[in-house]
């Protein structure tokens, strides 16, 4: 199947036009869509900023790591829930046909031979039966014609409701594309911080074994205490444990990145040479640094413009147009028949002119009494349009929900990454002064214990900060519904 993916920024700007318009909804004279619908998407046009951020076009590419895009072109090919929502988009665009169909005559084609033996018997003089055996062929062709005509505009109503469901699928693929696009940047992110994790507990164990040389040097000049010689090897102990821990973590980070990939989970990454990212000779990329804040503000039409929120949209016309069919179910039906064919003895004379035979039928149908089912369809059908309206005020309602706390969120996420950059500072000076203390005897070694702890925290909240940062920022660009540009042309080549 082939989806032009390249053409999703226009089709959703269209569709989120005439979403915050009020064109659509009072224009469709048919339509059973509330009007509070329409009130509620005005509230939120004249509540929202028109000189708020605009949808992000390329945000993958504000990461500059080649890495990252070689693994989103490997998910956009892989991944699983991504072919299975492929398939869903091609199972709803035969549907649309198969729905379309119903607008045009049905033409059949009937072909027959038939042969019939009759067998006829006498009695002679001697009482003696005579038979014999007689054949009769027939050959038979006819075109049959089966038309039901749209008087109603119940069919039409019906292709319609199967195209919306088609263009809901198409976009449910985008937002899910873009979805995968953000889980496999963020699970990057998560593998990168773990490693660096891994890197300051590798340096923290080394700095903890260095010490503790230099306290057992000590201890055997009769300098140091025995407790100090404990103190410092049941520090070094603890991060011992805690590193073996930290690496299951990363393990686990990063099967988690190859499960969005649809590989094995194995555990080992592959870099753009195919030497293992994890490997004692490889060293990760450092945690990107995000210089520019996200401006302040929500546009609706930017929000509306998400493809979640589009296929919403297109689920409630859907649904619009179902209850039409419903409602029209129960007004008559004409259906003309038609027949043309000839029979004959000799295949031969088939078809000649002077033998062939029609005939065309009207039929009009008008449903009387049916139990109450056609009431109750109908009835079931507006309930439904009922369910898909909530259902679509609430897909609105949380875009922005998602984008205002992302927007929050990110303000204090930057002020803690300054403070903590303050502290991390802070407690390295700590930490030297308090070593050279003790090795000149002006402290003890819990004054020392405290400080590295004290700065092995804090280099470990600053990595978190950053990593929530970047997570947060991923997240908050799939929330305004931005589009990875840098992946489209893979994830067009892929949906061929």
């Known amino acids: 199947m082939t989806q032009d993916l390249s053409t999703a920024r226009p089709r959703r700007t269209l569709i989120a036009s005439v979403l915050l318009g009020s064109l659509l909804l009072s224009a469709c004279q048919s339509s059973q869509i509330s009007s509070d619908i329409q009130l509620q998407l005005s509230e939120l046009q004249a509540q929202s900023n028109s000189q708020a951020a605009p949808i992000p076009s390329d945000w993958l590419g504000e990461f500059n790591d080649p890495q990252l895009n070689a693994f989103v072109r490997a998910a956009l090919a892989g991944n699983f829930s991504l072919r299975e929502a492929r398939a869903r988009i091609t199972a709803a665009r035969e549907q649309a046909i198969i729905a379309g169909a119903s607008l045009w005559p ?27 055996n007689t054949y009769a062929d027939s050959n038979s062709v006819d075109v049959s014609l089966a038309w039901e005509l749209d008087l109603w505009g119940k069919l ?97 980070a990063v099967r988690g990145l190859q499960l969005l990939l649809g590989h094995y989970p194995s555990g080992r990454l592959k870099d753009l040479l195919g030497a293992d990212l994890l490997g004692a000779k490889q060293t990760l990329p450092p945690l990107p640094r995000l210089e520019q804040a996200l401006p ?7 929000v509306s413009q998400r493809f979640d929120v589009q296929a919403s949209f297109l689920e409630l016309q859907a649904s619009d147009r179902d209850l039409a069919v419903a409602h029209k179910a129960r007004f008559p039906s004409f259906t003309l028949t038609g027949r043309v064919g000839d029979s004959s003895k000799e295949l031969k004379d088939l078809l000649d002119q002077g033998n062939l035979a029609w005939n065309l039928l009207g039929n009009l149908t008008q449903p009387l009494f049916a139990g109450g089912r056609l009431k109750a369809s109908e009835a079931k059908s507006r309930a439904e349009l ?65 400080a590295q702890r004290r700065a092995f925290n804090a280099e470990n909240n600053l990595i978190n900060i950053q990593n929530e940062l970047l997570q947060n920022r991923v997240a908050l660009y799939l929330a305004l519904g931005g589009e990875a540009q840098a992946t489209t042309a893979d994830a067009q080549a892929t949906a061929e």
Do not use: C, M, P
Request: no cysteine.
């Open 106 to 132: 049905t033409l059949d084609l009937n072909a027959g031979r038939q042969r019939v033996k009759s067998v006829n018997g006498s009695l002679d003089g001697s009482s003696v039966t005579k038979t014999s």
């Open 156 to 252: 039409s109503a019906s292709g319609k409701a199967a195209e919306y469901r088609f263009q809901a699928q198409q976009a449910q693929f985008d937002a899910a594309r873009l979805s995968l696009t953000g889980d496999v940047t963020r699970a990057w992110f998560l593998l990168l911080a773990n490693q660096h994790f891994n890197n300051v507990l590798d340096e923290r164990v080394d700095n903890l074994q260095a010490n503790l040389d230099i306290i057992n040097n000590g201890y055997r000049q009769g300098i140091n205490s025995a407790l100090d010689v404990y103190l410092a090897s049941s520090d070094l102990a603890s991060e011992q444990s805690s590193r073996s821990a930290q690496k299951n973590t990363t393990q686990a």
């Open 386 to 450: 009922r369910q898909k309206e909530q259902l679509y005020l609430s897909a609105l309602y949380t875009a922005f929900d998602e984008v205002e706390s992302g927007l929050d969120k990110e303000v204090a996420l930057r002020d803690q990454y300054q403070h903590l950059t303050d502290a991390r500072r802070f407690a390295q000076a700590a930490e030297r002064i308090a070593f050279e203390g003790y090795r000149q005897g002006l402290q003890d070694y819990t004054s020392v214990l405290d």
């Open 296 to 302: 302040a503000g929500i546009n609706a039409q930017v």
